[in-house]
């Protein structure tokens, strides 16, 4: 059974970082491909950041250089480092996994990912 549980979610300034978590078991992050993705009520969920099992990176425009998303092997987990973060990235993030996809050409589309976590609040206010 595939169990991703995010965890790192809170309330912190404009300009601070949060890291989240995604616990995984039933999944190995080092050989499936993970995403992590943001939802706000009423809009479509929005692709953040994804990584492959060769370790390639795709993030969307509007976190580059501020997200880095990566994995520890070792405890299943991947993570989503948030820099400067900003109002508009307050949202529910999700992570999510598939066992095939590797195009890394952008972030992959949600429909692409089988497998989901509960999710985790971030919310970016002063």
């Known amino acids: 059974e595939v169990q991703l549980v995010e965890s790192g979610g809170g309330l912190v300034q404009p300009g601070g970082s949060l890291r989240l978590s995604c616990a995984a078991s039933?999944?190995?992050?080092?050989?499936?491909?993970m995403g992590w993705f943001r939802h706000l009520p009423g809009q479509e969920r929005e692709g953040v950041a994804a990584?492959?099992?060769?370790?390639?990176?795709a993030y969307a425009d509007s976190v580059k250089g501020r997200f880095t998303i990566s994995r520890d092997t070792a405890k299943n987990t991947l993570y989503l480092q948030m820099n400067s973060l900003k109002p508009e990235d307050t949202a529910m993030y999700y992570c999510?996994?598939?066992?095939?996809?590797?195009?890394?050409?952008?972030?992959?589309?949600?429909?692409?990912?089988?497998?989901w976590g509960q999710g985790t609040q971030v919310t970016v206010s002063s």
């Open positions: 999510a996994a598939d066992p095939n996809y590797s195009d890394m050409g952008g972030v992959p589309g949600a429909p692409i990912f089988p497998y």
């Open positions: 039933g999944v190995t992050v080092s050989r499936w491909s």
């Open positions: 990584i492959n099992r060769f370790g390639d990176t």
